[in-house]
């Protein structure tokens, strides 16, 4: 069964430290990986695309990362603004098939 | 705003009445889906259309829910005989095909009381 995994479920960090997020996904043919940023009470927000291994997108603080196994999205000195869960889905490659994604990982970033 | 907009975006109810929801997608996107989000979770898929025909239904889609976008335009999501475990969020998001990343609107939160 296909799925999506992300770790950890949730992260703390002080402003300025450096983490990375991961989501791990077992697809039969992946078409597309897609990060996204959700806010209490929102719809989620797209943030990146990654279409093949090696890929690699920047926005502001975050670099996201695409192996044949997994994702990392790489927060650089994280500001309390970067507070949010952050939700990794994917696309298989077959007709007919809509997002499938994962539980998240809740952010919390204290200054 | 050129955004995907969904109305209501809060809507309280009572167990057994029939809520509706409405979508209406980016202009000139083809696919729409709707998703279903409870506390704590990612979105759940429950079902897509490419432009007015409905491709996939998710088992989530109990009989009790339909969803119909007529002319390829706007969709809507029905619940009929509402029941407390149907109490989420609802999203709807839009997309120009089947592989570009899709763009979601606020949602809507139904709760059943």
């Known amino acids: 069964e296909d799925q999506v995994t992300q770790s950890p479920e949730a992260l703390r960090l002080q402003e300025g430290e450096s983490s990375s997020l991961n989501c791990s996904y077992t697809?039969?043919?992946?078409?597309?990986l897609f990060w996204y940023r959700q806010d209490p009470g929102k719809g989620p927000e797209f943030l990146f695309t990654l279409y093949s291994a090696g890929e690699e997108k920047e926005k502001e603080r975050l670099k996201a990362t695409l192996t044949k196994k997994e994702s990392f999205l790489h927060i650089t000195a994280p500001k309390p603004e970067d507070s949010a869960t952050y939700l990794c889905?994917?696309?298989?490659?077959?007709?007919?098939?809509?997002?499938?994604f994962g539980k998240g990982t809740t952010l919390s970033v204290s200054s | 705003d050129t955004g995907v907009s969904q109305d209501p975006r809060h809507k309280i109810t009572k167990r057994g009445q029939n809520v509706t929801f409405r979508c209406d997608p980016i202009?000139?996107?083809?696919?729409l889906y709707w998703y279903r989000q409870t506390l704590g979770q990612g979105p759940e898929f429950l079902t897509y259309?490419?432009?007015?025909?409905?491709?996939?239904k998710s088992r989530l889609l109990s009989d009790r829910f339909s969803a119909e976008r007529p002319k390829g335009s706007f969709s809507t999501l029905e619940i009929q005989r509402t029941e407390q475990g149907d109490s989420a969020m609802y999203l709807c998001?839009?997309?120009?095909?089947?592989?570009?990343?899709?763009?979601f609107g606020q949602g809507t939160r139904l709760t059943v009381v």
């Open positions: 998001a839009s997309s120009v095909d089947r592989y570009t990343e899709a763009f």
């Open positions: 697809v039969s043919g992946l078409r597309g």
């Open positions: 202009s000139e996107h083809n696919r």
């Open positions: 259309f490419q432009n007015e025909a409905q491709l996939e």
């Open positions: 889905a994917v696309h298989r490659n077959q007709a007919g098939t809509a997002l499938i």
